[in-house]
């Protein structure tokens, strides 16, 4: 089993829809998520950084980490053209060296249609 | 402030060659990686450095040799290029040396054939 598991998609939906990302993890001692968007040809960027448990919202998004039953989500409200791109969730431990370094999803792309 | 840059953009190598590939940030950041990214495999780590002088392996490190000889740069060489070397690669870094929140930059697409 793979630690970080993301379904790739494609997803795609109309403008102005919310949509749900996802991730599963089997590692219990994951207490660092975060959400990358990535646009075709470009590098990761840096949505959402959360620690531990519970929700939190920046504009449009909500991140949500559920340790009970391993699994995280995005959700992107009235989501945008401009949204379409690879969603790519991220973890880490809180143990230093190696252990600790970032373990990436597979990423999903999402197409948001006009 | 240009963040995190790379270069070359895009690069052919034969097999064999060696070449490096040059990443720099100007936001004074202590941490900094070197992920490759392929199809159906996601962002996997090759190395990464905590500061100057301290580099470590990551995920998947053969093949690849760096140093980090001041907080700026971190460059990234290949050694003896393969075709399994063809992935896009990213450079990132981080204020924090748990490497949280790293910023990515651009990429390098790399064909070896």
């Known amino acids: 089993q793979k630690e970080v598991e993301q379904d790739p998609g494609p997803l795609s939906v109309p403008e102005g829809a919310i949509v749900s990302l996802n991730c599963t993890y089997s590692?219990?001692?994951?207490?660092?998520f975060m959400w990358y968007r990535q646009y075709s040809r470009k590098g990761p960027e840096l949505l959402m950084y959360?620690?531990?448990?519970g929700n939190k919202e920046d504009g449009r998004f909500t991140a949500q980490v559920d340790k009970s039953s391993k699994y995280i989500s995005l959700f992107i409200r009235d989501s945008q053209p401009s949204d379409s791109a690879t969603y790519l969730c991220?973890?880490?431990?809180?143990?230093?060296?190696?252990?600790?370094?970032?373990?990436f999803g597979k990423g999903t792309k999402l197409s948001v249609k006009p | 402030n240009a963040g995190v840059t790379q270069t070359p953009k895009f690069q052919v190598l034969k097999t064999g060659q060696s070449m490096t590939l040059q990443c720099a940030q100007d936001?004074?950041?202590?941490?900094m990686s070197w992920y490759r990214q392929d199809p159906g495999m996601g962002l996997r780590l090759i190395h990464y450095s905590v500061g100057a002088g301290i580099t470590d392996q990551g995920e998947v490190p053969n093949g690849y040799n760096v140093s980090r000889s001041t907080t700026e740069d971190f460059p990234l060489r290949l050694l003896s290029a393969a075709p399994s070397q063809t992935s896009v690669y990213f450079c990132?870094?981080?204020?924090?040396?748990?490497?949280?929140?790293?910023?990515f930059g651009p990429g390098t697409r790399l064909t070896v054939t």
């Open positions: 991220a973890m880490r431990t809180d143990y230093g060296g190696s252990q600790g370094n970032l373990i």
């Open positions: 990132a870094s981080s204020y924090s040396t748990a490497g949280l929140e790293q910023y």
């Open positions: 959360t620690y531990s448990s």
């Open positions: 590692n219990s001692a994951f207490q660092y």
């Open positions: 936001m004074n950041h202590e941490y």
